[in-house]
């Protein structure tokens, strides 16, 4: 894939980036992104992660446009399907180990991270200077339980917190991040700056190719409607499809015109995490035996969709797919609650697609409510209602595609997200690192606040 160019205002500098799962979804489009932008500046990037799978993953980390290095996949993502965290953290402190043992870390002059903080101890004990990506602090993200469930999180919150604050920089993705993040860590001085995520605009300039065999279960001579996210409870799909039935049983649209549409349900799928598949099989009851639905799962993308179908679920899409869908659907439904940002509706208005989505989170500062799309209670039949002007209503689809256009041209676009983030790093660049120390410290650390209360935990439980 061919990226363009761009003259760097500074010196080249030579850039970790640090993320811990290279798969397919908003954080790892992200990801990719800087990390290509930043190397099209002119630096020189490297990226490690904990797992890299070359079947499923974007485009450019398998075709050799980034440098991509795996470290510690042999390591388990969790115990008898629980200590997800815990594992999580384990496997970030190995690939810090391994970078700091291998020379890469001496080498740089930034190191770039998300998601994870845990790493962040060993990579300024080893002297480097970190710059620290918060998508959205963990100890939000993870599910409260028992007693037991508390005496776990206690001391992994208190590490996120302690490892978090030990970045030289620390950027959020929205204002709504900012604000959690000052509310939750309170302990913490930091004041983060407001990074917004950007779409790469020549991605979906590009003509689709129309003839792709990968497009086959989409093509269809129904309306469709458009849901895009990984298949997680927490991103409340389930909504998508309870809208779709109101559409039909309020009588929002006529019977007829119910048996012209489609909704697609596209998301990330990864067949080793078993909420992945866990939860498309519930959908999939949900539409099929609880509504009457006619589903299918394209698990073949070279199979073409049975035209009587209503509802189609894409587990994990190419670009291809993503743009074909954003271009011949007539609306998206976006329906997480409390979402940090959000990057699907800002690709759904570049491509003059209108948005419905849950008007909290990190879509009240994308969608123009009445303007790009519609921002809504999460209830289905408010969904429906805003689906449903979008189906009746040509003239403000099309008003609302241009004026989606032109918001993310202006406001969430790569080169401003990239052009920001290369100023940031290059500030951070010019800060004296800070002494190499011994590796004992921050482990002993976490062995004491992390690793010590689970094993008490898993030897009780």
Request: aromatic letters at 10%; proline letters at 5%.
């Amino acid at each position: 894939m061919q990226h363009q160019q761009q003259s760097p205002t500074h010196r080249p500098l030579q850039i970790l980036v640090l993320h811990p799962d290279l798969g397919i979804g908003g954080a790892e489009r992200l990801v990719v992104d800087a990390a290509v932008g930043l190397q099209s500046t002119g630096h020189k990037v490297t990226v490690y992660t904990n797992h890299h799978d070359r079947t499923h993953c974007f485009e450019e980390t398998r075709d050799g446009t980034l440098d991509v290095r795996v470290c510690g996949d042999f390591l388990p993502r969790s115990i008898g399907g629980r200590f997800m965290v815990l594992c999580a953290i384990v496997r970030a402190i190995y690939l810090a180990i391994a970078v700091t043992l291998n020379g890469a870390l001496r080498e740089a002059d930034v190191v770039f991270c998300d998601q994870v903080s845990a790493w962040i101890p060993i990579l300024k004990y080893a002297g480097a200077r970190v710059f620290f990506y918060c998508h959205f602090p963990d100890l939000l993200l993870s599910k409260r339980g028992g007693m037991l469930k508390a005496i776990y999180r206690w001391p992994v919150d208190m590490f996120e917190e302690c490892t978090t604050g030990m970045a030289d920089d620390i950027a959020v993705n929205s204002r709504f991040t900012a604000d959690i993040f000052k509310r939750t860590f309170t302990r913490l001085s930091h004041n983060p700056q407001i990074l917004y995520p950007g779409i790469r605009l020549d991605a979906y300039d590009r003509p689709i190719d129309t003839a792709a065999e990968t497009l086959a279960p989409l093509k269809t001579e129904r309306t469709m409607i458009v849901s895009i996210n990984r298949f997680e409870r927490k991103k409340h799909i389930a909504l998508a499809i309870e809208a779709f039935v109101r559409l039909r049983d309020d009588a929002i649209v006529s019977h007829e015109a119910f048996d012209r549409l489609r909704l697609v349900i596209a998301g990330g799928y990864d067949k080793r995490v078993a909420e992945n598949v866990a939860y498309l099989a519930e959908l999939d009851r949900l539409a099929g035996e609880d509504y009457g639905l006619t589903t299918y799962t394209a698990w073949d993308h070279r199979a073409p969709a049975p035209e009587q179908a209503q509802v189609v679920f894409l587990p994990s899409f190419d670009e291809t797919q993503r743009s074909y869908l954003l271009d011949r659907a007539r609306a998206l439904v976006y329906t997480p609650s409390g979402e940090h940002f959000g990057i699907v509706p800002v690709e759904a208005m570049y491509a003059r697609l209108p948005v419905v989505a849950v008007a909290d989170g990190g879509p009240t500062e994308t969608v123009l409510d009445g303007e790009t799309g519609y921002l809504c209670p999460a209830d289905p039949a408010a969904f429906a209602t805003a689906i449903g002007r979008l189906l009746s209503e040509e003239t403000s689809v099309a008003a609302m595609g241009a004026r989606g256009r032109d918001w993310v041209r202006s406001q969430f676009t790569l080169a401003a997200f990239v052009e920001r983030l290369d100023a940031l790093l290059a500030r951070l660049a010019e800060v004296p690192k800070p002494r190499e120390h011994s590796l004992l410290e921050p482990l002993v650390l976490f062995v004491i606040s992390v690793l010590v209360p689970a094993f008490i935990i898993l030897y009780f439980y």
